[in-house]
């Protein structure tokens, strides 16, 4: 069982850390929030009070924040000097890939190993174990991180080098941003053309309008029993996220230089969800702002 | 075994009355060019010289043409007086909703049944009779039809009231569209990020981003055999088809008073991709567009 310092005890952090614990590893954990600290000690982690301390002596850092700059100035803030030579930093926060690919240099400098790899599967898939990690970095480090990783999710997948993982996160989640909007517009579309949700789902269940949107995530109540549609539209997946997703893809391909204008235009329209006040609602409530008012 | 008069024998029409033939109907077929008229009569069509003339004393008028305009004007121009009263007029084209359910008022007022009963599958579905007809009309005349299109295809949907089966196809090519454009996207952007294609396809396949669009029918090559992108993007489903699809979605919506930023939009790229000479490669191929120039 390893040493591991966990940094970051949030929403998502916090499970991750109790099924770090879970597994038999020692954990310390550093948050900047008082509370976070204290409902992490109540699960098992062991409360630091600076990030430094929680990486010394540690065998792998897991980092879980919300932005590139929070990891960049944690890398850049004394936790590189205070853990052993050859730790493995493993960030798994979802930030831009040009931030992602900083830290892997900064760990690399400071002679230490290096994984991006964000997650998918929200807060209901950390306090289940059931995320899926998407991993950027050497292939030792990955091997390495492994079982580690398996603790807290259920796939663990190697994309790549450095940047590897953002980067699979962002294409990901830019393809369901867009093909939210696609099935939203079509119920909308088959609404006012008095084509039933029922019979527009099974044409296009079943054929080659299909996608994960429609058919495990169904924007409208009544066909998928999980969808959080039947659940008053509680995230899930918040709005708020999705919007945060799609702004790191245009940030890449502003960087890249690739043109994405589906993806372009999804960023906007999750970016007027949030404006009406929809971002802690699921994403898939970006039906509403579609349909507008009068509809179903 | 039903009298069947079929109307457009083009690349559709023609493999359609050939498999009504081959299932023991007797049909009399009318095309306005005299090759199609010709092929048909070689695969067991009787070649009549007038819409009117094969008509006349069918059970069932099935019509398979290019647009709405062409539908109204067979309709009006004396098929339906020619016709006996209740027989079953099935439209197979895909044309525009309004149009569609102009044909169903004119086939009532001269008593006669009527379904409008698009399909997916394209011409390889049609030679191979594995065709998806969409179908929307009144109960009865859709129980009439069934046996009749199952000679035709492999799956009959009923839709909904007259104007449904035309709505459910526009709907899901709708989705299909923006689907692979999205797809097209991402595969783009990761080009760009250092992200193989296999890295991007793995994750996405097993995850939020899938779509039929992605999985049976990848936009590049290596990784769905089936998918035209292993056959230097021969159609399959045209870049033309799915820009008049996208058009016709796009009409409706305006009709119908439906706002679909996406489906707008891709209208737009898929007029791009015609404007650029793509119109008759497979509509995957817009990944080209996407990419631009000096890509993979």
């Known amino acids: 069982m390893a040493k591991i310092g966990f940094i970051g005890l949030g929403n998502m952090g916090l499970p991750m850390a109790a099924n770090l614990v879970k597994a038999g590893h020692a954990v310390a954990g550093f948050d900047l929030g008082r509370d976070n600290l204290e409902r992490a000690s109540n699960r098992g982690v062991e409360a630091e009070h600076s990030a430094e301390r929680a990486a010394k002596d540690a065998d792998v850092v897991v980092t879980m924040l ?70 950027g970095g050497a292939a030792a480090a990955f091997a390495q991180a492994k079982p580690i990783l398996e603790s807290m999710g259920r796939r663990v997948i190697h994309c790549g080098e450095a940047g590897a993982g953002q980067a699979a996160k962002i294409c990901n989640n830019m393809m369901l941003g867009i093909n939210m909007i696609g099935v939203s517009e079509a119920f909308t579309l088959a609404e006012k053309l008095g084509l039933s949700h029922q019979a527009l789902f099974d044409v296009a269940a079943a054929s080659s309008g299909q996608s994960w949107a429609l058919t495990s995530y169904c924007p409208v109540p009544g066909l998928v029993p999980s969808s959080p549609a039947n659940n008053d539209y509680k995230a899930g997946f918040a709005s708020a996220l999705m919007l945060k ?32 006040g929809e971002g802690g609602t699921d994403f898939s409530g970006i039906i509403h702002l579609i349909r507008g008012k009068g509809g179903q």
């Open 66 to 135: 919300p932005a590139g700059k929070q990891v960049l100035d944690v890398y850049t803030g004394g936790v590189l000097k205070a853990a052993k030579p050859g730790t493995l930093f493993i960030d798994s926060s979802t930030i831009d890939v040009t931030s992602a690919r900083a830290a892997h240099r900064l760990a690399s400098q400071a002679d230490m190993a290096a994984l991006d790899a964000p997650v998918s599967g929200g807060v209901s898939g950390a306090e289940a174990a059931t995320l899926t990690f998407m991993a």
């Open 245 to 276: 997703d799609l702004k790191l893809a245009q940030e890449a391909a502003a960087a890249a230089g690739a043109s994405t204008p589906l993806g372009a235009a999804a960023a906007q329209l999750f970016g007027l969800h949030n404006a009406w």
